[in-house]
C-alpha cells in the first residue's frame, strides 16, 4: 500500500496587516476599551491579515495553491484531487474547491470538495485526501485551508474580533513508496456546538439570526487543552510512536496559552512548537497550514522530521496527525 506524502506546501496572505494598535484605534472609535497588553496576554498575538472586499476565499485558496504547485514542481493538470476546509465559503453552492479547480484551470474532471469542520478542517481535509490516496487510483491532491474569518467578526465585541484573521494554506499530496502521513484521528461532539458559533442562517436573501462568531472563551479552552492531549496521544500510540519522537508540533494556531498548555500537559518543550499565532492570528482552517509553509520554507522542518499537526474547532471537532516530511 502507497503512502500519502507531503510534496509542496504554500501559502498566501492578505496584503492588509492590522497591528494591534490599528485594531485598538479603530475600536477606541466605536468606544469599546482595549489595549496592545490585553490583546497578547490573552491570546499571543500582535498582527493578522484582512481580506479586501473584492477578494474571496477562492482567490486567497488559488494564490496559496499556486504557491504550493510550483513548490512541488508539478503542472496543475496532474492533480486529480482538490479538498478545501473552509467555513467561509464563495457560496452556499458551488463548493469553493469546484472554484479553486476552474481558477487554477484545471480540466481533468478531477473530484473537488469543501470540507467544513471550523479549526479542525485542514486534519479532516488532510486525513481524507490521505484515505482517497490509498484505497483509490488519486495520485495527486491539493488539500488547502483557506478562510476570511474577518466577515464574521462582530466589532463590537473585543473577546473574539481582536483573535481572527484571513489567508490560505496549501500542500500537495503526492502517492508515494516512502512513509509520509502515519495515522490520524478525528472526533466530533455536537453537544458542545453553543460554546462557539456562528448560527446566523440565509433564507430567501435574508440573513436570519446572528451572523456573527460568538464564543464562550473559557469553556473553549478547557475543552481545548484536554481534547488536543487526548487525541494527540491517541494517533502517537496508533502509530506506535512516543511524543519525544517527534521533531515538531504544528498546532491550530488559536491561542498561544492553548498552544502551550497543550504542549506541557504532553511532555513537549516549547520550543519545538511552530508558532505563527503572533502575526497571523487565529485563521481557522488556515492556519495550521499556513504554519507549515512556513516551517518548511525556513528550514526548521526537513526531510524525514516527524511532525505532529492537532487542532480543535467548532462543533466541536478535534483530530490530531502523525507525518513524516
Same mark, same amino acid.
Given at each position: 500500500?502507497?503512502?500519502?506524502? &507531503? ?15 490599528? @485594531? ?49 514542481? &508539478? ?5 486529480? @484531487?482538490?479538498?478545501? #476546509? ?24 478531477? #473530484? ?10 485542514? &486534519? ?21 485551508? #483557506? ?108 491561542? &498561544? ?8 500537559? @504532553? ?59
Amino acid at each position: 500500500m502507497s503512502f500519502a506524502r &507531503i510534496v509542496g506546501t504554500g501559502s498566501f496572505l492578505p496584503s492588509n496587516v492590522i497591528s494591534n494598535a490599528d @485594531l485598538v484605534s479603530q475600536l477606541a472609535s466605536r468606544g469599546i476599551e482595549t489595549s496592545d497588553d490585553w490583546i497578547y496576554s490573552r491570546s499571543g498575538i500582535q498582527s493578522r491579515r484582512f481580506a479586501d472586499r473584492q477578494s474571496q476565499t477562492s482567490d486567497l485558496a488559488v494564490a496559496a495553491a499556486f504557491s504550493a504547485l510550483s513548490a512541488a514542481a &508539478i503542472e496543475a493538470d496532474a492533480v486529480d @484531487l482538490i479538498v478545501v #476546509a473552509t467555513t467561509t465559503p464563495d457560496a452556499i453552492f458551488p463548493s469553493t474547491a469546484c472554484l479553486v479547480q476552474r481558477k487554477l484551470g484545471i480540466r481533468n474532471g478531477c #473530484a473537488a470538495f469543501d470540507i467544513q469542520a471550523v479549526c479542525g478542517g485542514f &486534519i479532516y481535509a488532510l486525513t481524507v485526501a490521505d484515505a482517497l490516496i490509498r484505497a483509490t487510483s488519486v495520485r495527486t491532491a491539493l488539500v488547502i485551508g #483557506a478562510e476570511t474569518f474577518s466577515r464574521l467578526l462582530d466589532f463590537e465585541d473585543r473577546s473574539t474580533c481582536v483573535l481572527f484573521g484571513d489567508g490560505a494554506g496549501a500542500v500537495i499530496l503526492s502517492a508515494s513508496e516512502e512513509p509520509g502521513i502515519l495515522g490520524a484521528a478525528l472526533h466530533a461532539d455536537g453537544h458542545h456546538s453553543d460554546i462557539l458559533k456562528v448560527s446566523g442562517s440565509i433564507a430567501g436573501g435574508a440573513v436570519l439570526g446572528d451572523p456573527f462568531l460568538r464564543m464562550d472563551g473559557p469553556a473553549v479552552f478547557k475543552l481545548a487543552v484536554g481534547a488536543l492531549q487526548s487525541v494527540s496521544e491517541e494517533v502517537a500510540a496508533k502509530c506506535g510512536l512516543a511524543m519525544s519522537d517527534f521533531t515538531w508540533v504544528v498546532p491550530h494556531q488559536a491561542n &498561544i496559552r492553548i498552544m502551550e498548555a497543550t504542549a506541557r500537559k @504532553l511532555g513537549i518543550p516549547v520550543d519545538r512548537l511552530v508558532a505563527t499565532v503572533h502575526e497571523h492570528g487565529n485563521t481557522s482552517a488556515a492556519s495550521i497550514p499556513l504554519a507549515l509553509d512556513q516551517a518548511y520554507r525556513d528550514g526548521r522542518i526537513c526531510r524525514g522530521d516527524r511532525v505532529l499537526l492537532h487542532a480543535v474547532g467548532a462543533g466541536v471537532t478535534w483530530g490530531a496527525l502523525a507525518m513524516q516530511a
